[in-house]
């Protein structure tokens, strides 16, 4: 039996749909893991110790488990204790929460290379110190911290075909159904593979122009 | 303590970094509309000095009094927050590396602080911002950013900032230091547009020429303490003290 791409046009609705699927919960789960980043790195920085150091070890938790494993227990373990979540929000879940953990670590860091003169010269203004944080501080954080963050979210979406495995009929898992009909796993897998780089492309491509926007402010 | 008979009112400053000394027991009396200018060499306590005046680096001991009003007074931590960021609103300072906002254009440089702290509307704070720009002759440049300036540039940019805030003084640490020589001009002019308008303020320079014509008074700082000081005409003419004579002997031979 050779190779015959003949077959795919037949089942493109099933594999675009996959497609959409997956960009919906890419975007939605970067967009949860910019946000929540933002979030852990002030708390990680400025809470009060007692909130601090527990928070920590739960970044560390998150950081060395499978991502895997927090799908499974976000999705499978929470429905026992009584929170049913749809597969496709526990992935974004999963997704956004696991990857704020590492956006996190980066804006701490960028957080903490900011000038020192930025902050006095906040300071001396009046402002608070969470005022000149939220002003002044953490934007110019995560306009140094645009690049690698662009990096994590194209790890998330090769991760977000994980989400396959909880039932999102994701890109992968559409490949799965299809190939599950047609047995032709080269061509649909190939076809998948082609799909997510495209995807890939363009998160680059908008990556460079937010790079190229920003580049004047600094 | 009694009541603060002086505009500002210095008393017995006293900072110590472990067990470094950098402020001994400084005693200094500014009056309202006063151009007081701080010289020294690197490490003598003159920039620590200014920075304990908005409490940028607070003090180990003594008071600083701004207006009847204690600076650095002991509260609860909140309560003190609230009472410090009152008190900066009332002194603009001008930092040696500008320390301008880099992700905002000048306009939003001059126009946050004011928008943020007393609720300027937008029409109100671009009016602002157009009047102390042009004040400091960068309003062509209103909607330039930072990294489109040159140093002067920014540096006026960054008077024109502490200037929206309508301060009751004004703290210049090196403002020109970081220069180059030919920028030193245009940010010097400004100062002195600002010593005819009759704003207090406090000089910290390495400039004798610009301290000697637009200071009322020269203090001369040495490893911690005010070794002397006086009108410019006579410090810089005819010094009293030996350690005087030296410094100004290396500055401006050093100027030549």
Known sequence: MGLDFTIIPKYMDIILLGVAWTIGITVSAALLSFIGGILFAVIALYAPWIIRQPFRLVEGVFMGTPLL???FLIYFGLVQIGIDLPAFVA?????????????????????????????????????????????????????????????????????????????????????????????????????????????????EWVQRRIERRISVSR | MSEPLHFVEIRHAQKSFGAVEVLKDISLNVE????????????????????????LDPLTGGEIWLDGVQVNKALPHRQYEKHINAMRQQVGMVFQHFNLFPHMTARENVTMAPKLLKGLSQSDADKLAEEQLDKVGMLERIDYYPS?????????????????????????????????????????????????????????????????????????????????????????????????????????????
């Open chain 1, 91 to 203: 992935g974004i879940i999963g997704l956004g929460l696991h990857f704020a953990v590492y956006n996190s670590e980066l804006i701490q860091t960028a957080i903490l290379a900011v000038d020192k003169g930025q902050m006095e010269a906040a300071r001396t203004l009046g402002l608070s110190r969470s005022q000149a944080l939220r002003k002044v501080v953490i934007p110019q954080a995560i306009r140094d911290v645009i690049p690698p963050i662009g990096n994590n979210m194209i790890a998330l979406l090769k991760d977000s075909a994980l989400v396959s495995v909880i039932g999102v009929s994701e890109l992968t898992l559409s490949a799965q159904r299809v190939i599950g009909k047609t047995y032709r796993p080269f061509e649909f897998y190939i076809l998948a593979a082609a799909l997510y780089y495209i995807i890939n492309l363009g998160m």
């Open chain 1, 69 to 71: 494993l927090q799908l």
């Open chain 2, 32 to 55: 309202r509309g006063q151009i007081v200018g701080i010289i020294g060499s690197s490490g003598s306590g003159k920039s620590t000095l200014l920075r304990a005046i908005n409490d």
């Open chain 2, 148 to 256: 489109q300036l040159s140093g002067g540039q920014k540096q006026r940019v960054a008077i024109a900032r502490a200037l929206a805030m309508k301060p009751k003084m004004m703290l210049f640490d090196e403002a020109t230091s970081a220069l180059d020589p030919e920028l030193v001009e245009e940010v010097n002019l400004v100062m002195k547009k600002l010593a005819e308008e009759h704003m207090t303020m406090i000089i910290v320079t390495h400039e004798m020429d610009f301290a000697a014509s637009v200071c009322d008074r020269v203090l001369f700082m040495d490893k911690g303490i005010v070794v002397e000081e006086g009108p410019p005409e006579i410090l810089f003419k005819n010094p009293s003290k030996e350690r005087t004579r030296e410094f100004l002997r290396k500055h401006i031979e050093g100027a030549k």
